[in-house]
């Protein structure tokens, strides 16, 4: 089955395509009424945010005091330098694992609530030329889990590559905060696209090949998620939700396409 448009959209149209879809979600959630479906996977995701961004506040405190304690710099500006690295590679870690386990976590946890959102929202758009196609609350957590576990190995590893440049000053900051950022919205906007290719009866393989041709609008949809996580508590309840509105907004389009 092929879902390629006749002509794709270039990486960075396809990004801004993305991210601006997140502008058209509460006026989709309010012209539809779609409020009430939002609240509870809302509250799952705030009480399980705050527990991981906790346990990696703990667990990169100790790294930093161990690597700190590990060197020790002959001159008063290279121990500033290299505190100032460790502090930076730090904030990174913290912030990439974060969002590597929110990810692989919440969305997992959450996927048959969101997988009803986004069958909610296709419902209001379409409306009557709506088809439904209905996998149940356990092969819906079965597929989510198998979508968010897909390429887990190759992400660890672009993510610790893009970490280890952290260790560089200045320069090596950079690529590592643009690349481990690139890496987590890539996959990201992978699993939000996947809930509405789910609901039109698109296997895994069929949505994977779907989103791998339109790689810019899979990272401006896991950006937008990503720039709602830096805001907390609200951003914590409400982005996987949005995030899921707004890939199902952009799947519709290029299904239509």
């Given at each position: ?18 991210l ?50 590990l ?120 699993g ?44 914590w ?8 509105v ?11 396409d």
């Amino acid at each position: 089955m092929s879902h390629r448009s006749a002509k794709s959209p270039s990486f960075l149209a396809g990004v801004f395509s993305g991210l601006s879809a997140y502008l058209k979600v509460p006026g989709v959630l309010f012209r539809y009424r779609l409020w009430p479906f939002q609240l509870l996977p809302a509250a799952i995701s705030l009480v399980v945010s705050a527990l991981l961004f906790y346990g990696f506040f703990v667990a990169t405190g100790k790294f930093t005091g161990w690597m700190d304690g590990l060197i020790r710099a002959p001159w008063e500006w290279l121990d500033t330098t290299i505190n100032w690295t460790l502090a930076v590679l730090a904030f990174l870690i913290l912030i990439a694992g974060f969002f590597f386990a929110h990810k692989h976590i919440v969305l997992i946890l959450l996927a048959p609530f969101l997988g009803t959102i986004a069958e909610e929202t296709m419902k209001a758009i379409k409306g009557k030329d709506f088809v439904k196609t209905d996998l149940g609350f356990g092969p819906a957590l079965a597929r989510g889990a198998k979508i968010n576990l897909r390429y887990i190995t190759r992400e660890i590893f672009t993510n610790l590559i893009f970490l280890a440049c952290g260790l560089i000053p200045l320069i090596g900051s950079a690529v590592s905060a643009f690349g481990t950022f690139f890496t987590q919205a890539r996959f990201l906007g992978y699993g939000l696209v996947d809930f509405p290719l789910e609901n039109r009866g698109l296997s895994v393989e069929e949505s994977d090949a779907f989103v791998r041709e339109r790689t810019g609008l899979s990272v401006g949809i896991g950006g937008g998620y990503m720039l709602l996580m830096a805001i907390p508590f609200v951003g914590w309840m409400f982005a996987p939700t949005f995030g899921t509105v707004a890939g199902t907004i952009r799947a519709i389009e290029e299904l239509d396409d």
